[in-house]
């Protein structure tokens, strides 16, 4: 009976520098394009959000703005009681001028701060692949 011939070690492959950077152009693609299908899948669900919220917000602003009027109305037919019509309905015009422009103000420095559709987690996703990118690549 023969000996069996002795395996030899498993030679190393080593890939070459060309199929290592290719393989990693391909992970950053892959990694770009799941980053975008949670983009869109983030704000598809903050417009969902919106759109059920939307109507009924426009409905209690178009009550609210009937009652803010009526109510205004009332005060300047009240200050009409001690002062001539028109004056009653000068200070309340006034007063509602003031009050408007105030909460105009106040919305606009809250806009400033307004972050909504902008894909939160995709961002975070994307800086943490970053890291990780550089991380890799030093």
């Known amino acids: 009976m023969q000996p069996r ?17 290719r393989g990693a152009i391909t ?34 602003l178009v009550l609210a703005l009937f009652g803010v009027a009526l109510a205004l109305h009332a005060i300047a037919m009240g200050l009409g009681v001690v002062l001539p019509v028109w004056a009653g309905y000068l200070i309340t015009a006034a007063i509602a ?23 939160e987690r995709t961002i975070a996703s994307l800086e943490e692949n970053g890291q990780w990118i550089r991380r890799k690549l030093s």
């Not at 693609?29 to 009924?56: F, H, M, Q, Y």
């Open 27 to 60: 992970d950053v693609g892959d990694i770009v394009k799941a980053e975008i299908s949670l983009a869109k899948l983030e704000i598809a669900e903050d417009a969902k959000a919106l759109g059920r919220t939307l109507p009924i917000g426009t409905a209690g």
């Open 97 to 119: 001028i003031g009050g408007g422009a105030a909460l105009l103000a106040w919305a606009v420095g809250r806009m400033k701060d307004w972050r909504s559709f902008v894909p």
């Open 5 to 21: 011939p002795r395996s030899e070690p498993a030679e190393v492959v080593e890939e070459s520098t060309a199929s290592i950077l």
